[in-house]
């Protein structure tokens, strides 16, 4: 006889915990198993997809053949491998589809701002412009403010300068030529060369800045935020008036913005290039 103890209300029907378990661990697998086909561009024979999940031959095979059922996975005769299948393109295509950026940076934005204390914003860049899509306001009575929609100048933004630095070279080239490099304070970079040079410094630290190069008294840090093909996207950055975001604090606070566009990414789907 079974104990109330022992019973559980599962997906609607009451079952043992131990079948739980049971279930959810033959669940896991299944999933694990899955990613492990889904990241082998050639395929997998059964028995590299079982020493890959960490599995028996046998349990792999009965996982695989479930998922064959269900169209996650199909297995190629003529080359004896396994391949995803069309349903976990299905599912995936149903997440790009419901994905938003802004909501998806919105609960990592706030932490971050939380941890800082300066101001945090998130921007894309869109015809050879930055503009900012959300931003999480300090508690500090000096803070800097970049409404929903605002633009900014690429050449004199943190976040416009790291995710250029991460642009292919023609599409660089192609937005460097059809720049103005317009000067709003005295540190601003109006060179050609000096523009280029900041974006390799960007690209090699991971991170880029804005010390006071579109405002006087006002310092940014920014990284930069990847989708699936390891292509910036975006960036995330941390705003604040020089007195706050001192040369003493900046790496801390770009550290902090790494880590944050790192969650970002990762919770969009995305992953960083390789470092070469």
């Not at 930055?130 to 803070?143: D, W």
Request: with cysteine; charged share 25%; net charge positive.
């Amino acid at each position: 006889m079974v104990s109330a103890d022992q019973i559980a209300y599962w997906g609607g029907m009451a079952v043992q915990k131990s079948e739980r378990s049971g279930q959810v661990q033959s669940l896991v697998r299944a999933l694990n198993l899955l990613k492990v086909v889904a990241r082998a561009d050639d395929g997998l024979t059964l028995t590299e997809a079982a020493k890959r999940a960490s599995l028996p031959v046998s349990s792999a095979h009965r996982l695989l053949s479930t998922l064959q059922q269900e169209r996650f996975v199909r297995f190629d005769h003529e080359r004896t491998r396994w391949f995803v299948g069309v349903e976990a393109f299905a599912a995936g295509a149903g997440f790009l589809r419901s994905r938003d950026l802004a909501t998806v940076a919105r609960p990592y934005m706030r932490h971050l701002m939380e941890e800082s204390g300066e101001t945090v914003s998130l921007a894309v860049e869109d015809g050879g412009q930055v503009i900012y899509l959300a931003q999480i306001e300090c508690r500090q009575l000096m803070r800097a403010l970049a409404s929903p929609g605002q633009r900014a100048p690429l050449h004199s933004s943190a976040v416009g300068k790291v995710i250029l630095a991460y642009a292919p070279g023609e599409r660089q080239d192609s937005v460097i030529s059809a720049m103005k490099l317009e000067r709003f304070t005295e540190r601003t970079l109006t060179t050609v060369q000096g523009f280029r040079q900041a974006l390799t410094e960007a690209h090699k630290r991971q991170f880029a800045l804005d010390d006071e190069e579109y405002a006087i008294g006002l310092r940014c840090v920014a990284a930069p935020i990847f989708n699936e093909a390891h292509e910036a996207i975006a960036a995330i950055s941390l705003s604040g008036p020089k007195a706050r975001v001192t040369d003493g604090r900046m790496k801390a606070l770009a550290e902090l913005a790494q880590a944050a566009a790192g969650k970002i990414t990762r919770e969009f789907g995305g992953s960083a290039p390789n470092r070469v």
